[in-house]
């Protein structure tokens, strides 16, 4: 079974995003550039979501559920939670960068003692 969404674009010319479900295995594919490199494309993401936003044509809205009710029983869940994982981590990472920054500029200004190896 195929459907075959029209996907927004920055042109104006609309992309096809084609969802395949054949013997129990989804397959979508893009049109665009990102896709033809083999990434997760915005159009792709955004229309597995079921988000209606992406949609080059609102009428195709119901086609648009029926392809995001398949995405969503796919092993493509299990890999958004890992992105997901993968950006708590990064913004982890990045306050307690910020902090040991501020915590920097604050020694910086207040004093930073000299380690008896180092200075004269
Ligand atoms: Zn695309």
């Known amino acids: 079974m195929d459907i075959h969404l029209l996907a927004r674009s920055s042109s104006g010319n609309p992309y096809t995003v084609s969802f395949k479900l054949e013997g129990g295995v989804l397959t979508i594919g893009c049109e665009c550039r990102a896709a033809e490199f083999g990434l997760a494309c915005k159009h792709r993401l955004a229309l597995a979501a079921g988000d209606p936003r ?9 086609e648009l559920e029926m392809a995001a009710s398949w995405a969503e029983s796919s092993a493509l869940v299990a890999l958004l939670d890992k992105v997901e994982d ?7 990472a990045k306050r307690v960068v910020k902090g040991v920054k ?3 500029g604050r020694a910086m200004t207040t004093g930073l ?4 190896s180092g200075g004269q």
Do not use: F, G, H
């Open 54 to 62: 992406m949609l080059y044509d609102p009428a195709q809205k119901e």
């Open 113 to 116: 003692e000299i380690r008896e």
């Open 102 to 104: 501020r915590q920097m």
């Open 86 to 92: 993968a950006e708590r981590t990064v913004q982890a």
